[in-house]
């Protein structure tokens, strides 16, 4: 559904939120290690390496009513941080459910940690900016 746009200095109801949809983003940085062990002997990815992480969520919902606001941004980044931590620092082999380490499984890791806290969670995106990489579970 498009939103018609008008102008708000001559139609004050046009920054009405009731009923619309919107989706906010926050992003926290990690740092970790991990091994492929599936991999041939001799593969790079077999040795362990590590990766600094930038971990991005999207929380979709509508403007809730007396908070003005889908989700506090810094209840967002308390819960984000929480998650990352659990991560940060550590071997993300000997983590339950990521023995194979892949962006995508860190993904669905991610999701799952933090869908109890966050249901309107919308978008998990994992990134490797060293390398240009990233991953993203939508979550539907």
């Known amino acids: 559904m498009a939103i018609e746009l008008t102008d708000t200095q001559t139609d004050r109801t046009a920054l009405d939120v009731a009923g619309q949809v919107f989706e906010i983003t926050k992003a926290v940085h990690f740092e970790a290690a991990h091994f492929m062990e599936h991999k041939p002997d001799g593969h790079p990815y077999k040795n362990l390496h590590g990766h600094s992480f930038r971990l991005e ?27 990352a931590g659990k991560l940060d620092h550590c071997l993300l082999n000997e983590i339950e459910g990521l023995q194979v380490p892949t962006l995508e499984r860190i993904c669905l890791w991610v999701a799952n940690d933090l869908k109890p806290r966050l249901p309107g969670l919308a978008k998990v995106t994992l990134a490797r900016p060293s390398l240009e990489e990233r991953c993203t579970l939508v979550i539907g």
């Open 57 to 83: 969520v999207t929380v979709a919902g509508t403007v809730k009513p007396r908070e003005e606001w889908v989700q506090d941004f810094s209840d967002l980044t308390a819960i984000l941080q929480e998650t």
